[in-house]
């Protein structure tokens, strides 16, 4: 079974500055995707940014950026320039490129607080 | 209505108590979810149906039914809930196609529900 770690319960960055969030997974599957949801107070789960694992090069989406380390399963998230608005829960998840198996594998999520 | 809605958005009920939650996507997608968030652990998978069918059942008590009449709506009915049941009911739909590569779920604004 997938498994996937957010090592961080809570993280703080101030107003502009850039804060790197960590994710790991264990999975024994060679393709599957990989993202990074947000959850601000709202509630609304909101997809930031994906990755397909048989794709090199990291994905970006505007300020949001992944390291994607495939030997090491590893898959940070970086978010450059930090505004007020990016204050949310922030969550990795895992799901496999297998046909049939749509399901989605979080982490137990990291709370990130912007100071301003 | 966009995205993915969910009704109702808090819900408090008595463990005797029979109630309903409902969601509806408004994206044209074949496949919806039901998740279970509770504090500090990771979001569960309940339930996936695709193509208006149930794909996965996760183990979930039969307290707990759920019910996709068409492509566009899903319900969970309960009936003699505990309060360990009280958590985030989250909603979620993507577009699977048939062979190849899976999409993003995309998810709805959630129920608050408490067992008393």
């Known amino acids: 079974a997938q498994t996937v770690t957010q090592s961080q319960p809570e993280m703080s960055v101030q107003e502009a500055e850039t804060v790197t969030l960590s994710c790991t997974y264990d999975t024994s599957e060679s393709d599957y995707y990989l993202f990074w949801y947000k959850q601000p107070p709202s509630r609304q789960m909101i997809l930031v940014i994906r990755?397909?694992?048989?794709?090199?090069q990291n994905a970006t989406e505007n300020r949001f950026s992944v390291n994607f380390q495939k030997a090491a399963k590893s898959f940070s998230l970086k978010i450059s320039d930090s505004q007020l608005g990016d204050a949310a829960m922030y969550f990795c998840?895992?799901?496999?490129?297998?046909?049939?198996?749509?399901?989605?594998?979080f982490g137990t999520g990291t709370r990130l607080t912007i100071i301003p | 209505e966009t995205g993915v809605t969910q009704t109702p958005r808090h819900l408090v009920m008595g463990m005797t108590n029979k109630k309903s939650l409902k969601c509806e996507q408004h994206?044209?997608?074949?496949?919806m979810y039901w998740y279970k968030q509770s504090a500090k652990k990771p979001l569960e998978l309940m339930f996936v149906y695709s193509l208006e069918e149930r794909v996965e059942n996760n183990s979930v008590p039969s307290r707990f039914s759920p019910e996709c009449p068409n492509s566009s709506h899903l319900f969970l009915h309960l009936h003699t809930l505990q309060p360990e049941d009280s958590a985030l009911y989250l909603c979620?739909?993507?577009?699977?196609?048939?062979?190849?590569?899976?999409?993003?779920?995309?998810f709805g604004p959630g129920t608050r529900l408490t067992v008393l």
């Open positions: 994206l044209g997608h074949n496949a």
């Open positions: 998840a895992y799901r496999s490129a297998n046909f049939g198996n749509e399901k989605l594998t």
């Open positions: 990755q397909e694992a048989y794709k090199q």
């Open positions: 979620a739909s993507s577009q699977e196609p048939l062979y190849g590569d899976s999409d993003t779920q995309y």
